[in-house]
């Protein structure tokens, strides 16, 4: 078995561990980082980049790259499909609290690929593909390591370990951390296509959440295609609604079409609402999807992990500057707090919102976000929880 050390080992190589690699890096803090696929993972995930991250990732020459990349999204919108009736919350009311008055909408892994390429150039970090954790433990000396590839296997000694390997942590698992929550009784199936809805469509947004009669979908844009996130009928099973002629009904009940959908990608996936007890064990930290996971309704998964990310390391600057390990529990009291009451929060009510079925509610719901926005004060404070600003602003406010 290869033996090795480092001060600092990260587990997963997605934007979460790939974010704390840069950082870490720059400030001259060895880091390895191990990630099972053999390949930085390009599968359908987050797509939405909320103002902040891109503010934060405009610190290392990050934003400008993923904004040519993907598509300014100055606002979005809640419609009635029916009538065509829309709620537009317009991101321009934020623009004294952000560089950034927009979403951007780019795929997670074009991200990666940026965070990759800037982490190459840094002797202090490497990356490793194909390598998965098989085991770990830790004493008052340090935490350990064990992996495998279809190299070998070996053992790496550090200071620390992050988990930010995602809903299924291995690293979460290892330590036996709490992560409790509930899980949604709907299956979203997520569809890809590259029918032009916005010329079919009057006034849409790059990203909608549309009510329709007796159910929901949403449509967010991307530079070449559009992301569906379609729902099973109460007729079909799961293996049913994943035909592509059920793939294909769901799509011409949004906009009829005389030819059919080009349809590129489609998969299932159930969403839950759950957060670990505490971010740290010992040694062991955990961000983004590893330590809490939420409805994507919102677009606020990746972007709270990529938070995780800047102030967790924040305090590991601090711990090897000479820090005490027990700064780390600030990490948890930052971001914990946030992910319960802002993320996961903010989330669950985008997903009962667009659930709401009956037509009254619906109407009560609609009408109530109208007059919000005509306020424009009130309209800048939803938004900047929206935004995930105003979580970061009481995040900065704990000691």
């Known amino acids: 078995m290869v033996r090795e050390s480092a001060q600092v080992v990260v587990v997963g190589a997605g ?35 909320h103002p902040p991250t891109l503010d934060m990732l405009s610190e290392y020459g990050l934003s400008q790259p993923l904004i040519e990349e993907g598509l300014i999204c100055p606002s979005w919108q809640i419609r009635m499909h029916d009538t065509g009736e829309r709620a537009v919350f317009d991101l321009s009311v934020i623009e004294n609290d952000t560089t950034h008055p927009f979403r951007l909408q780019c795929e997670q892994f074009r991200l990666s690929r940026l ?105 967010l844009r991307l530079k070449s295609l559009w992301r569906c996130s379609l729902y099973q009928e109460e007729s079909e099973t799961l293996e049913q609604a994943l035909e592509p002629a059920s793939i294909e009904r769901k799509l011409q009940k949004i906009v009829p079409s005389d030819t059919p959908y080009q349809k590129l990608q489609w998969r ?18 955990l961000a983004g999807d590893a330590a809490h996971i939420n409805s994507p309704s919102g677009g606020m998964g990746m972007n709270g992990g990529v938070h995780d990310a800047f102030s967790l390391t924040d305090e590991i600057k601090q711990v090897f500057a000479g820090g005490d390990l027990t700064l780390l529990d600030r990490y948890t009291r930052r971001r914990r707090p946030v992910a319960l009451n802002e993320v996961l929060a ?14 009254a509610k619906r109407r009560e719901i609609f009408n109530d976000l109208q007059t919000m926005l005509a306020d424009r004060e009130a309209a800048r404070t939803y938004l900047l929880r929206a935004s995930m600003i105003t979580g970061l602003r009481q995040a900065a406010a704990v000691d």
């Open 15 to 49: 934007p979460v561990g790939l974010t704390v690699a840069l950082r870490l890096g720059l400030a001259n803090i060895s880091c390895v980082v191990l990630e099972q696929e053999a390949a930085l993972p390009e599968d359908l995930r987050a797509s939405t980049f």
């Open 115 to 219: 965070l990759h390429e800037r982490i190459k150039s840094l002797p202090s970090v490497e990356v490793r593909l194909g390598v998965t954790l098989t085991g770990l433990e830790q004493d008052d000396d340090g935490v350990h390591a064990i992996w495998k590839s279809a190299s070998g296997e070996g053992r790496i000694d550090a200071k620390l370990l992050i988990g930010a390997d995602g809903a299924r942590s291995t690293v979460r698992k290892l330590c036996e951390f709490g992560f409790e929550g509930k899980t949604y009784p709907e299956t979203t199936i997520l569809a890809t296509t590259t029918f032009p809805f916005e010329d079919h469509m009057e006034g849409l947004s790059n990203v909608n959440y549309v009510w329709t009669e007796g159910g929901t979908f949403s449509l």
């Open 268 to 285: 299932p996936y159930r969403v839950h609402m759950r957060i670990v007890d505490d971010y740290r064990r010992g040694r062991v930290v």
């Open 346 to 359: 903010q989330a669950d009510r985008n997903r009962s919102r667009m659930q709401e079925r009956d037509p």
